[in-house]
């Protein structure tokens, strides 16, 4: 079973939502879960984690992979992609149970490789999540979306327009591949953005988020 940092919700309550933070290549959940201390303010009433992916990358100190990345090919992505879906769902499935909420107080927010897990585990999930929001990331093999597609979650999609990782075009590709899968998908750009999460960026997430929960 995966496991990670945690943030249990600012007000010292019960969570009435869970945000699974979701870290790409070469990080860890250590990295990520400082975007959440970001978003406590604005989600009080939320607990936050974010899992460490299974693999690591042995030349490297605590960095963690959902998969290798050696060809860069869209058949390793879809490979890599399915090889670690069960882990990631499952881990979601067990964190939920644990804190007493179903699938409709759950957001899956991504980074790079962590969006397309968000992706490929939330939009197969029979268990509607309440949304899914993915920063400079792609979609993994959305010739098989409509196919496989187990239910239609609304779904943000955050990208910096000078991504030296992960191209820019790779947001419209993934956002027409969700709407012609029924998905209802909106965007966000940031100017000038490399692989990174901007200010901007961030506001976006926050807002999407306390939208699709209200």
């Keep these: 079973m995966l496991d990670g940092p945690r943030l249990s919700p600012l007000s010292g309550g019960k969570p009435d939502a869970l945000v699974v933070l979701i870290h790409g290549y070469g990080s860890n959940g250590d990295d990520l879960i400082s975007l959440a201390a970001l978003m406590q303010p604005a989600l009080p009433e939320t607990a936050f984690v974010a899992p460490n992916a299974p693999g690591r990358i042995p030349s490297l100190a605590a960095a963690h992979q959902w998969w290798a990345i050696e060809t860069f090919s869209m058949a390793e992505r879809a490979a890599g992609a399915d090889a670690a879906a069960s882990g990631l769902d499952a ?36 268990d509607a999540v309440a949304g899914i929001i993915g920063i400079s990331g792609m979609l993994v093999a959305p010739e098989r ?23 820019f075009r790779s947001l419209e ?29 961030l506001k976006a997430a926050i807002s999407f988020v306390r939208r699709v929960l209200s």
């Design 173 to 201: 590709l993934a956002a027409a591949a969700l709407a012609e899968a029924g998905v209802t998908v909106e965007t966000h750009v940031s100017p000038g953005t490399n692989h990174s999460v901007a200010p901007d960026g």
């Design 91 to 126: 881990f979601v499935s067990a964190e939920l149970e644990a804190l007493g909420l179903t699938g409709d107080r759950l957001i899956l927010l991504g980074f790079s490789q962590g969006t397309m897990m968000a992706l490929h585990v939330g939009l197969r999930r029979a």
């Design 145 to 167: 979306l409509k196919s496989e597609i187990a239910s239609r979650p609304p779904v943000l999609l955050i990208h910096g327009t000078e991504d030296e990782v992960v191209p």
